[in-house]
């Protein structure tokens, strides 16, 4: 009873700080997009777009592994850190390096900002002890350091405004943020008596972590890919402040991704729970799971809808086209918080590896309409594919991929047909209450 209280308070705050956070970073980031104007915005979008995706692969899918392997009865934890902090350091080092021959060969616009981005790749190996926090029951403090990390760069940002900084001064502060983040989880791993052991490195042990891992690490870059892409092409295809204008759109969008998340925390102990003692209610779950994503999903669409018209509003009149993005983005949250789910009760049966295929096509199909449709239509023609790439990846496939045509679309199927009933049961038990 006691840890289902602390999970809860836990919860609580995290979603407390997530919004807060949401709240304060729209209002930062429409000050700064009206103060860069949409050719800056863009090269910063772009900027932390590539650098994103390669952070994601130096994080080398070890986040859910690393906690398994320090839960572990008779286990080494110290050991454990010393091998994943030092393999991510060194594909992350080797990322970095990359990163700036290739900015030597290419000297692309906006190489400075690469670069200030692109350090991150070599300190982000210290999140590893987020591991330990989260294996230790201690996540609200990492929660905690992570919004104080995000109040500090939201302060050096608005300074920057003030002070009319140059553009490298802002991607620093979010490097900032994350250097914060790291810090205060750092200093409350030390505090609370872990340790890491860099000379028990073993490369045996790190292949060995990374031949499990490997699904989940394709799996994120393939993710991140399949959301940054867009960005990237359009500065490439149209310049950088279609790209901004763009990335106003993305950032409004994604301030809603993290609902589907709160919903899959909520609905994720449950199935667990079921799917070991009663495959019927295991599927009951299952199935209503699947239907308040659906009804979750077209409510924080609709919201997106009436945002859209205030976009210059916010923005500044040189973003007045986002709104149209932002109304394609807001159909597109519905077959990604569908997504979600998916992934959810993927990850409770151990198959998340057969999400790989769907976004690998997504991320072909998105690429392909990219090359389509920006040249003529700029960002209204990447929201469009990115709206097709989404249904395809979370929907349609589900229908088509061997791994998942026999159970999982069935489940969708259900809960789709069974969405009236679901939503009466449940308007009627918020009447009772």
Known sequence: MAASSQILKTLSLA?????????LSFVITCVLARHLGGAGFGQLTVAMAVVSI?????????????????????????????????????????????????????????ALLLVVYGIQLLTNPATEVLAWLEAHGRVANAVVAQFIGFIISAACIAIGIWQDAPLWFFALTYALEGWVFIALSAFVFWRHGGRINLRAFQFPQAIALVSRS???????????????????????????????????????????????????????????????????????????????????????????LVLSPWMPLAFGSDFSRS??????????????????????????????????PSVIVAVVVNAWLNLEWIPAHGGVGAAWATLVSYTLAWIIWTYFSPDLRTHVSGLMTRAVIGLPRFTLIRVRSLGQK
């Open 15 to 23: 979603t407390l700080l997530r919004v807060a956070r949401l709240c």
């Open 214 to 304: 490997w699904p989940e690490l394709a799996s994120q870059a393939a993710l991140i890919l399949l959301f940054r892409l867009d960005t990237m092409m359009i500065e490439w295809l149209r310049g950088a402040e279609e790209a901004g204008i763009y990335g106003a759109a993305v950032r409004v969008s994604e301030m809603a991704y993290f609902v589907p998340g709160i919903l899959a925390t909520l609905f994720l102990p449950r199935l667990m729970e079921a799917r070991q003692s009663n495959t019927a209610q295991y599927e009951k779950r299952v199935i209503d799971y699947f239907s308040a994503s659906v009804v979750l999903a077209f409510a924080v669409a609709a919201g997106l």
């Open 54 to 110: 390669l952070l994601s692969v130096g994080e080398l899918g070890f986040a859910r592994y690393t906690v398994r392997e320090l839960m572990k009865q008779g286990g080494d934890p110290s050991a454990v850190l010393g091998t994943t902090i030092t393999a991510r350091f060194i594909v992350s080092a080797i990322l970095f390096a990359g990163l700036i021959a290739w900015i030597g060969w290419r000297t692309p616009q906006g």
């Open 323 to 356: 709104s149209d993005m932002l109304r394609v983005h807001a159909w597109a949250f519905i077959p990604f918080a569908i997504g979600i789910a998916r992934t959810q009760i993927l990850t409770v049966e151990d198959k998340l590896a057969a999400n790989l």
